[in-house]
């Protein structure tokens, strides 16, 4: 497991019960999470006077039971600054598992000793985009949702990132690569953190299961011809790390040679000195 365990302005204080305590900078959030499926006694008085405490509702969905939580307030990794906004279905925009693949692919762009292009497909609030422009890459940033690229520009400026080479997209991500790859441009990593379900714009289904290996054989296609990492991300439960590992074999390591490995994300808790996991990551890399 690759534990996220560099943070100060996040703490997974405790989970169980199908829920986690988590501080965020100096607020106390619970939030719903499925993999915490173990009980726990829940000594810490925290648990009883959280800032803040997503529920969810018998028919479906949930909401915010907010206290004393701002709409928004930032929170530090290492020299990146993020925007958190508790949003309706019990994200906040930040993924804190999520640092060691920042970590990753900070340190494969800064022990490149070239300039180093970066593709982040499915990108989300940009974590990734940011911490990657942080290393001295530029980095083509693409999501569906307008609001979350708009997110991650302010990402971008809080985290003094706002001149960056950053090229923001608003797109499907597969018609982009395709329209990419007929423009024969390429990139030396690869980024992606595909959702398990979605609807495209015109209605196309999306189903991890069916669209992850054609999807990653047509983006493979974006690789420079001296490509640095390709990554690749999940949370859909019950596909195993190992899936990610062969995928990559499969069609980045035959043809580029490196190595693939792939691991659960993990956060450390500060209760039990456990971890609770959080998804795959499956990683190629040329070193």
Known sequence: MWLSDGWKDYELIDCGGGEKLERWGKYLLVRPDPQAIWQTERTDPRWHKPHGRYARSASGGGQWAKKDVPERWTVGY????????PMNFKHTGLFPEQAANWDFCMDAIQRAGRPISVLNLFAYTGAATVACAAAGASVCHVDAARGMVAWAKE????????DSPIRYIVDDCAKF???????????DGIIMDPPSYGRGPSGEI?????????????????????????LINSYTTGLAPSVLTYILETLITKKHGGHTESQELGLPVTATGLALPCGATGRWSAQ
């Open 78 to 85: 290492q020299e990146l600054t993020f925007n958190i906004k």
């Open 155 to 162: 990402n971008a400026q809080s985290s003094g990132l706002g």
């Open 177 to 187: 690569a395709q329209r990419e790859i007929r423009r024969g441009h390429k990139y």
């Open 206 to 230: 999306w189903k991890l299961e069916e669209n992850l290996w054609p999807f990653v054989e047509l983006v493979s296609q974006l690789l420079s011809h001296q490509p640095l990492f390709f």
